[in-house]
Nanobody, 121 residues
Framework: QVQLVESGGGLVQPGGSLRLSCAAS????????MGWYRQAPGKQRELVAG???????NYAESAKGRFTISRDNAKNTASLQMNSLKPEDTGTYYC???????????????WGRGTQVTVSS
C-alpha cells in the first residue's frame, strides 16, 4: 500500500526558513496532484500549496510570495520551501497525493501523518 512520509519540520524564529519534504512510496502507478495542508488546533485543515504533475503550483493567499512547492516525479517526492516564516504559519503540515496504484481504478487521495512546524520567538 501507499505511504507518505513528511520530514523537515521544527522550531524556527519568525523570519526564518524551513524546507519540508514528502516521500511517497509503495505500489504507485502514477501521482497526479501533490500538496501540503496545514492544521492548527481548533482550526480547519487548509491547503497551503498544491502542485500538478506538470509542475503547475497553486498557493493559499497567506503563502504566496513566501512559500514554494516543488516535486520530483521520478522520485515521487514533493517539497515545500518556506521563507519569511510567521507565527501564524505554525501548525501540523500534512503531505497529500492524489494517485493511482497498480490495483486501483481511478484516483485516490493519500495522506501522511504530518510534521510539526512551530514559528515562535
Amino acid at each position: 500500500q501507499v505511504q507518505l512520509v513528511e520530514s523537515g519540520g521544527g522550531l524556527v524564529q519568525p523570519g526564518g526558513s524551513l524546507r519540508l519534504s514528502c516521500a511517497a512510496s509503495g505500489s504507485i502507478f502514477s501521482i497526479n496532484d501533490m500538496g501540503w495542508y496545514r492544521q492548527a488546533p481548533g482550526k480547519q485543515r487548509e491547503l497551503v500549496a498544491g502542485i500538478t504533475r506538470g509542475g503547475i503550483p497553486n498557493y493559499a493567499e497567506s503563502a504566496k510570495g513566501r512559500f514554494t512547492i516543488s516535486r520530483d516525479n521520478a522520485k515521487n517526492t514533493a517539497s515545500l520551501q518556506m521563507n519569511s516564516l510567521k507565527p501564524e504559519d505554525t501548525g501540523t503540515y500534512y503531505c497529500t497525493a492524489r494517485l493511482r496504484t497498480y490495483r486501483s481504478v481511478g484516483l485516490s487521495d493519500y495522506w501522511g501523518r504530518g510534521t510539526q512546524v512551530t514559528v515562535s520567538s
